[in-house]
Structures are given as structure tokens and as C-alpha cells.
């Protein structure tokens, strides 16, 4: 649980402008969608992925590396993965049953089954969209259990997108017509106090020293 007494201290050394700025940007966060990417071998994919995550209000991203594991490049990032979640599994099955457990549906983004477009996808459920490898897609074993197919509309001689920018165009997608529904899509205040600590210790450069006074006073 989130002391408050301490969060309170601790946003008293941010000044008016980061605390609004926490609070706007927490305001269109969100839980209801996530995003899995399987084995992404270009370092710059992934950490473009999760700049679009925060861009357009993802709070949380999972990364598989089964066989591809390299640090996130923060240059590409920049700096998106300090504000967003990652949640790293070194098998689809354990990030799947992960998923599974927290309510989420799965849906494969592949441009080669006829499931649902775009524009058709029902936007009222909890969804982790997964993105794969740049030549050879999702895995068999990410398509054996998804719970359904999407796929981005496409009318020119290419079949497929990058990932980084398929990513942007669902989840802006995606995101602008769920903030248009009825359905409670946005963070608890649970989940926005624990945010608003957790921003508070990557942007303050002396909070450890400053947790360690407030606790010892």
C-alpha cells in the first residue's frame, strides 16, 4: 500500500509543473489495453513500441525473450520506459497464463487471418495485443492460443507493416475510441498513487536520501 504521507513529502520537491504533468498524463492511462512483443530481434522495434505505449497511454508493456534478449535502447525510447511498465517473461507461456490470470484476451496482430479489422474490433474488452518477430510474425504458439486475430486494413502491395508502426495505428486506434465508451477504462486511484510514488523515486535525484530523513525524523 502507497504511504500518502510520504507521497505528499516526496511531491512537495517536484515543482507545480511535473505534479500537473503527473496528473494530466495519469489521467489518460490505462490498464484495459496492454501490449506483448515476442522475440523482436531489432533492438529499436521494441523500444519504439513502447515509446507509442506511452505516447498514446499504455501503462503497462510485456516483452518475451525466448530467444532475443538485449536491453531496451534508451536513445529510441527516450526515456518512455521510465513512465511505462515492463513486464519481461522468457517463455509466451509464461507471459499468456500472466495475462490470462489478469483478465486479458489475447489478440495476435497478423495480417494473414480474417478475424477482425481494425476498425470492427470491439473495444470494451480487457485486450493484450501481440506483435512478433519482423520477418516471421507470431510464433504457432501465440496463434494456437489466441482468442482472436487482427489485422490493419491494407489496400497497396505490401502485406505488412513494421511492427513499431503497426503498434502505433492499433493503439491509437484503439485508444481513441475506448476514451469515447461508457466503460471505466482508466487507472485506480490505487494504481495512480502508486504511479505517482514510483514517477516520484526515477525523478528525483536525492530520493533515497530524502525517504531515509522522512523516515528517521
Given at each position: 500500500?502507497?504511504?500518502?504521507?510520504?507521497?505528499?513529502?516526496?511531491?512537495?520537491?517536484?515543482?507545480?509543473?511535473?505534479?500537473?504533468?503527473?496528473?494530466?498524463?495519469?489521467?489518460?492511462?490505462?490498464?484495459?489495453?496492454?501490449?506483448?512483443?515476442?522475440?523482436?530481434?531489432?533492438?529499436?522495434?521494441?523500444?519504439?513500441?513502447?515509446?507509442?505505449?506511452?505516447?498514446?497511454?499504455?501503462?503497462?508493456?510485456?516483452?518475451?525473450?525466448?530467444?532475443?534478449?538485449?536491453?531496451?535502447?534508451?536513445?529510441?525510447?527516450?526515456?518512455?520506459?521510465k513512465w511505462v511498465d515492463l513486464n519481461r517473461?522468457?517463455?509466451?507461456?509464461?507471459c499468456v497464463t500472466s495475462l490470462k490470470e489478469?483478465?486479458?484476451?489475447?489478440?495476435?496482430?497478423?495480417?494473414?487471418?480474417?478475424?477482425?479489422?481494425?476498425?470492427?474490433?470491439?473495444?470494451?474488452?480487457?485486450?493484450?495485443?501481440?506483435?512478433?518477430?519482423?520477418?516471421?510474425?507470431?510464433?504457432?504458439?501465440?496463434?494456437?492460443?489466441?482468442?482472436?486475430?487482427?489485422?490493419?486494413?491494407?489496400?497497396?502491395?505490401?502485406?505488412?507493416?513494421?511492427?513499431?508502426?503497426?503498434?502505433?495505428?492499433?493503439?491509437?486506434?484503439?485508444?481513441t475510441r475506448l476514451k469515447k465508451t461508457d466503460?471505466?477504462?482508466?487507472?485506480?486511484?490505487?494504481?495512480?498513487?502508486?504511479?505517482?510514488?514510483?514517477?516520484?523515486?526515477?525523478?528525483?535525484?536525492?530520493?533515497?536520501?530524502?525517504?531515509?530523513?522522512?523516515?528517521?525524523?
Open positions: 500500500m502507497t504511504d500518502l504521507k510520504l507521497l505528499e513529502h516526496l511531491e512537495s520537491y517536484l515543482t507545480a509543473s511535473r505534479k500537473l504533468r503527473f496528473d494530466n498524463v495519469l489521467s489518460q492511462r490505462t490498464k484495459h489495453f496492454t501490449v506483448a512483443t515476442e522475440d523482436v530481434y531489432q533492438l529499436h522495434n521494441t523500444s519504439a513500441v513502447i515509446r507509442s505505449c506511452d505516447v498514446f497511454g499504455i501503462q503497462e508493456v510485456n516483452i518475451i525473450e525466448e530467444q532475443n534478449s538485449k536491453r531496451i535502447d534508451k536513445e529510441i525510447a527516450m526515456g518512455a520506459q517473461f522468457s517463455s509466451v507461456n509464461d489478469k483478465g486479458y484476451q489475447i489478440v495476435a496482430t497478423t495480417p494473414h487471418a480474417n478475424d477482425s479489422e481494425l476498425y470492427d474490433f470491439d473495444v470494451t474488452k480487457k485486450s493484450c495485443f501481440f506483435f512478433g518477430r519482423e520477418t516471421e510474425g507470431l510464433s504457432k504458439e501465440v496463434l494456437d492460443v489466441a482468442d482472436c486475430f487482427l489485422k490493419i486494413p491494407m489496400v497497396g502491395f505490401t502485406e505488412s507493416l513494421n511492427i513499431s508502426v503497426s503498434a502505433a495505428i492499433i493503439l491509437q486506434h484503439v485508444t466503460i471505466n477504462w482508466q487507472l485506480t486511484v490505487k494504481e495512480m498513487n502508486e504511479k505517482r510514488l514510483d514517477w516520484c523515486r526515477k525523478t528525483i535525484k536525492s530520493y533515497e536520501d530524502i525517504v531515509t530523513r522522512y523516515y528517521s525524523s
